[in-house]
């Protein structure tokens, strides 16, 4: 049987997998995509990705960096395929049933689908928050420390509540609840537990933080906190955010991929995007020709 390991140690031990030797070989400038899809220091590649549900071929052949330090949007119609390119980021389609993946993707420059890849570090390394906040029906302490515990990253009391302040100051909630830690998370409202939910992914020492719509579920008031917190966060981490918002895009993103009928039709910086699409498909979906 394979080892699993954590890719972090995998990192640590300068090792590299047979899968990421391959990638090296990938043309890496190769376009089938409009605009932008490649960076210069990226800290995910995504090189011809293609999913599918059984026989329905979802996402085709998508070819895409996500750079250090940006906040990159998806945006697009309905059923263009982006929660499930958001997806296959941290593997979470594994849990997917008849879902299928091929392409590489590398954090890092490790291949995150090497099988001996454990996906339980691999979804703390790279996080999600999801559309509903979904808090742990447990204290607000809690759900913040639930992760460092299971994932062996404190060693005792003292230091668990230093990370859990800090997830929640990160997370700019701290000073909403530091007076009632013990209250339940399921207790406070929409926003709040939107950025509880997002404390407890940083709580993990993400890299990427993965957001599928996160603010669909908000009022304009808390969507605007939370917008603040996405472009606070970017000066630690990486974000890639799905939206059906197009001012949210334009709001928080440095960058804006555009997917159509499982396609990534055109990516580029986003305020290029959104003033002067190049492809026909994007304009089109901009000024409101459908979609
Ligand atoms: N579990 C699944 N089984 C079968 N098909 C699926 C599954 N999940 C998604 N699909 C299909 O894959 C395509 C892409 O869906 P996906 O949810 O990724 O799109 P999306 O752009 O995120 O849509 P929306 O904006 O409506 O959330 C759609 O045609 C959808 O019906």
Request: glycine residues 8%.
């Amino acid at each position: 049987m394979d080892t699993v390991l954590d890719m972090r140690e995998m990192m640590a031990a300068g090792r590299e997998t047979t899968a990421t030797a391959g990638v090296r070989k990938v043309d890496r400038d190769r376009r089938t995509t409009v605009g932008m899809p490649f960076v210069e220091d990226p800290r995910m590649v995504c090189r011809e990705v293609n999913v599918y549900y059984g026989d329905k071929h979802a996402i085709r052949n998508v070819s895409i960096d996500v750079g250090k330090n940006e906040v990159l949007a998806m945006i697009g119609p309905s059923g263009c395929g982006k929660s499930t390119f958001l997806r296959c980021l941290n593997r979470m389609n594994d849990t997917v049933a008849g879902c299928r993946v091929s392409g590489e993707i590398l954090l890092d420059e490790l291949n995150i689908y090497d099988k001996r890849v454990d996906v339980v570090p691999l979804r703390a390394q790279v996080g999600m928050v999801f559309q509903k906040p979904n808090p742990f029906p447990k204290s607000i302490f809690d759900n913040v420390a639930y992760g460092p515990k299971i994932h062996g990253l404190v060693s005792g009391k003292s230091e668990l509540a230093d990370v859990v302040e800090d997830s929640l100051k990160k997370a700019g909630l701290w000073n909403e609840v530091s007076d009632r830690l013990d209250q339940p998370g399921t207790g406070l409202s929409g926003g709040q537990q939107q950025r509880l939910c997002i404390a407890r992914a940083i709580a993990v020492r993400p890299e990427v933080i993965l957001m599928d719509e996160p603010c669909s579920a908000l009022d304009p008031i808390a969507t605007a906190t939370v917008e603040d917190l996405i472009t606070e966060l970017r000066t630690h981490y990486t974000i890639v955010i799905v939206t059906h918002n197009m001012q949210q895009a334009a709001r928080v993103s440095q960058r804006t991929a555009y997917f159509h009928l499982g396609d990534l039709v055109e990516v580029g910086p986003t305020d290029r995007l959104f003033t002067n699409p190049r492809h026909q498909l994007t304009e089109d979906y901009i000024t409101g020709r459908f979609g």
